[in-house]
């Protein structure tokens, strides 16, 4: 036996002064608020101030004062009801009413006063065991679990509590559900989870390090708060998330699994939570330009005052900050303080402040410990290091590098990798790109290395505006009103699902459709068929190369066996793949296959070994391929690795999301993720929907979803205008037209479809024969029209008008199609056919 009541009481004295406490991290403050909680509870205490009662058989001396009526006293708030408590001791078997999940791997057993569940069996397939039934109608409840891991297959592997979990008998896994998972190495990135389990998959919305691994001599208590919407996770009395709930799992039962280890539970507590927890500030639903493209930039408008923001359909307003948190146009004009913004009751846009000294990032800091309003909001300026002062110190607000003003950028490689970098050590993924760079080409180039491209422009005429946002750029900062009513005129003229950018085609190890995966042969054919990026997996091995293989062991693509990272170069040069028989190739004959085009590697860090990302920087300084690199990991230690070694490299966070009922609070946990690893979104696509796209992008957030091996899925998301696809069919597109031509004028008739020639462009740079077209978005001119529900365009006066000629492709069986446009074309429209 061990003296685990001695320690469960000590800990469960801790947890009782600190674990209930307010949003923060503060222990004295969470402390002293829950001892307030508790006292709150308890019914109210004798005066010891209050008068003794006169004796009635003694007379008094002189006429009796009345005593004063008491005042009115609060009643007490109800005592939480213990819903259930176990310590196991004396118990041989489960309590009754605990149960098995039918799938589990592992075994559990309840001896010496402890329940075990021991899942050793499988390092990532769980062991579990649910409490009883009746929990599962419940709303909300906290969850008091003392607990200790014993023997590990990894200092990764972990041990959770399970809430919410399904009542569906038909699920035996009982999914949906949470959880509350801690790593046997705590001090991890992603030492503490809080995950969601969703349709055989996980999504990990949040992560945190707690401050030491979790020590078999030791007891711990992990504590789950859970009310409503909201939930907040403690380790020891730490707060280590706080996070709101898919509404849609409004109850849910109760449960402990592991995978890889075996956790030790020595008591379990769960009790009435009656307090509601404080509310998350949510995310603003903005307006934006009324466009029916897919994924259309976001408009940025330059802040002034008495503007008709419906009119201009800008999602962000940029002002001037200065320390005292005063706003202002870029003109100077006062426009009040960031108090009274926030307080404006119907917000639809959300706020980019231009800050100029680090006493407004002081200032903005001291606002955040008032307020929980910043959680949504962009920084910007043209100064790195203060940009990335402000990260560290408010880790949830968004930073932009404004370079609009840098008349000595162009579009060399240099000047791109110059934009690229300033924009990473930032900790920024916004760059506002000077007029110069503002083209097609360049824009493009600074999309495949994951940088959101935003421009100003002054465009004052529709066809000024078209030719911006052909550029395919994400963002444009209009330089007053008008110009943004404008670029929203021309936005709103556009056909439905048209592609103003191109949805950037990934090879997922290469083509393993047709090739073995993770080849030289494999990535040439991708490539071959118009992948934009090619995706492959790295490990190191012990005399220092980095090799490409996906599994840690060679066993499954190869015909050798082992870890690849107990291996040589030559070891590993001497395996053939499986199937075609072809060299496990190094990463630096990747680099030097493709260097100097335009093809970009997705280099995916598989591997926690922390020599990689050293050796790494070594290979890129040797071939100065970093115009051609991202880096993409689910380690987040990795990730953080890259940040301090290689700053100025871009990076993807992996994961597997699992979007709810409501994009907006998807985003809040898209947000969490991007924002602490300061990357892109890399999502398990099935989770991931339009709506929370489109609500990202405002944001400068990109998205790219793997692995999108379903034909109909790869067509939907190409639809959406999603940012960048990961497939192992990368020939499904190579067929797909990408750009339009045409002539500069032409002419149409009134009362005629309108068709116009035009010439296509496919995604391995095929020229299609020429075609006729009726699709045009018409966005200036005096001759009046009409538009079919197709999109096409019949003229209904004669007149001139500024259209830009479009064309729809249909994808596979036409279930799910898009539309491309061509610059703008000026027509002469007259009553009659032209001789």
Excluded at 102 to 109: E, L, M, P
Excluded at 110 to 134: C, E, K, W, Y
Excluded at 144 to 149: A, E, G, K, L, S
Aim: proline share 5%; with cysteine.
């Amino acid at each position: 036996m061990h003296n685990k009541h001695r320690i469960a009481l000590a800990i469960a004295t801790v947890l009782a002064l600190s674990a209930c406490g307010g949003g923060g991290n503060n222990s004295n403050s969470d402390a002293l608020a829950l001892l307030a909680l508790a006292n709150a509870n308890r019914p109210p205490a004798s005066n010891p101030e209050a008068p003794t009662p006169t004796d009635p058989g003694t007379p008094p001396t002189e006429p009796a004062t009345p005593e004063p009526e008491p005042e009115p006293q609060p009643e007490p708030e109800p005592e939480a009801k213990v819903l259930l408590e176990e310590s196991f001791e004396g118990l041989t078997a489960l309590p009754a009413g605990w149960r098995l999940k039918s799938n589990n791997v592992g075994t559990v057993a309840v001896q010496d006063g402890s329940l075990f569940i021991d899942g050793r069996a499988h390092s990532t397939n769980m062991t579990a065991v649910l409490l009883p039934q009746s929990l599962e109608a419940l709303s909300n409840y906290r969850i008091d679990v003392v607990f200790t891991f014993g023997a590990a297959n990894n200092n990764a592997r972990w041990g959770s509590v399970m809430y919410r979990t399904s009542s569906d008998s038909a699920t035996p896994v009982n999914e949906p559900y949470y959880q509350f998972a801690i790593r046997q190495n705590a001090t991890a990135s992603n030492g503490t989870e809080f995950a969601l389990r969703k349709n055989g998959g996980w999504n990990v919305q949040g992560t945190h390090a707690y401050g030491e691994a979790i020590d078999a001599e030791k007891t711990y208590t992990a504590t789950v708060m859970v009310h409503g919407n909201r939930v907040r996770q403690y380790l020891n009395g730490r707060l280590t998330h706080d996070m709101s709930l898919d509404e849609a799992m409004s109850k849910g039962g109760i449960g402990l699994q592991t995978a890889g280890l075996v956790m030790r539970v020595d008591s379990v507590k769960v009790t009435e939570q009656l307090k509601a927890l404080p509310e998350i500030t949510k995310l603003v639903a903005v307006q934006d330009s009324g466009t029916q493209a897919a994924m259309a930039p976001t408009l940025v408008l330059s802040a002034g005052a008495n503007q008709d923001l419906a009119a201009s359909g800008a999602s962000n307003l940029l002002y001037g900050i200065d320390s005292s948190l005063n706003l202002r146009s870029e003109a100077g004009e006062s426009l009040g303080t960031l108090t009274q913004y926030f307080a404006q009751a119907e917000r639809r846009t959300i706020p980019v402040l231009r800050i100029a000294d680090s006493a407004t990032v002081d200032a903005l800091v001291q606002f955040t410990q008032e307020n929980d309003s910043l959680g949504d909001v962009t920084l910007l300026s043209d100064n790195v290091e203060l940009l990335a002062k402000a990260r560290a110190q408010l880790p949830a607000v968004r930073t932009a590098v404004d370079f609009s003003a840098s008349g000595f950028l162009g579009n060399t490689r240099q000047d791109i990798l110059q934009v690229v970098s300033a924009t990473n050590r930032a900790k920024a993924k916004i760059a506002v790109l000077p007029a110069g760079m503002v083209n097609r080409a360049t824009v493009s180039h600074l999309q495949r290395l994951l940088i959101t491209t935003w421009a100003r422009s002054g465009a004052s005429t529709a066809t000024q505006a078209a030719e911006v946002l052909l550029t395919g750029i994400n963002g444009v900062v209009p330089a007053n009103a008008a110009s943004s009513a404008v670029f929203a005129k021309v936005l709103r003229a556009l056909p439905a699902n048209t592609l103003l950018r191109k949805p950037l085609v990934t090879g997922h190890r290469g083509m393993p459709s047709q090739v073995d995966e993770n080849t030289l042969e494999g990535a040439r054919a991708a490539v071959a068929a118009g992948a934009d990026a090619v995706e492959n997996d790295i490990y190191m091995t012990t005399d220092g190369h980095l090799v490409i293989m996906h599994d840690a062991t060679v066993n499954r693509t190869t015909n050798g066996t082992g870890n690849i990272e107990s291996m040589t170069l030559a070891q590993v040069q001497a395996l053939r793949t499986k199937g075609q028989g072809y060299a496990v190739p190094t990463l630096k004959q990747f680099f030097e296959e493709f260097r100097g085009r335009s093809t970009v590697h997705f280099v995916e860090i598989k591997s926690g070994n922390a020599g990689i990302v050293p050796l790494l920087q070594k290979e890129l300084a040797e071939l100065d391929v970093r115009d051609q690199m991202v880096t993409i990991s689910f380690d987040g230690n990795q990730i953080k690795r890259m940040g301090s070694t290689l700053p100025e490299i871009t990076n993807g966070y992996l994961n597997s999301f699992a979007g709810g009922s409501d994009p907006l609070l998807d985003l809040r946990t898209i947000l969490n993720a991007t924002q602490q690893n300061s990357s892109t979104f890399n999502p398990s696509y099935t989770g991931l929907s339009a709506a929370a796209m489109e609500a990202g992008k405002h944001r400068g957030i990109t998205f790219w979803p793997w692995t999108l091996n379903n034909e109909s899925e790869f067509y939907r998301f190409y639809s959406y205008g999603t940012h960048g696809l990961t497939t192992d069919y990368a020939w499904w597109a190579r067929d797909f037209p990408v750009a339009l031509s045409a002539a500069a004028t032409g002419t149409a008739t009134v009362g005629q479809p309108l068709s116009l020639p035009v010439t296509l462009s496919t995604q391995v740079g095929q020229t299609l024969s020429p075609t006729n077209t009726g699709l045009a978005a018409v966005i200036d001119g005096n001759a009046t029209h009409s538009t079919a529900p197709d999109g096409t365009v019949t003229f209904t006066s004669a007149g001139t008008a500024t259209v830009l000629p479009g064309y729809r492709h249909r994808m596979g069986d036409g279930t799910y199609s898009y539309v491309i446009v061509g610059k703008p074309m000026t027509l002469t429209v007259s009553a009659t056919p032209a001789p």
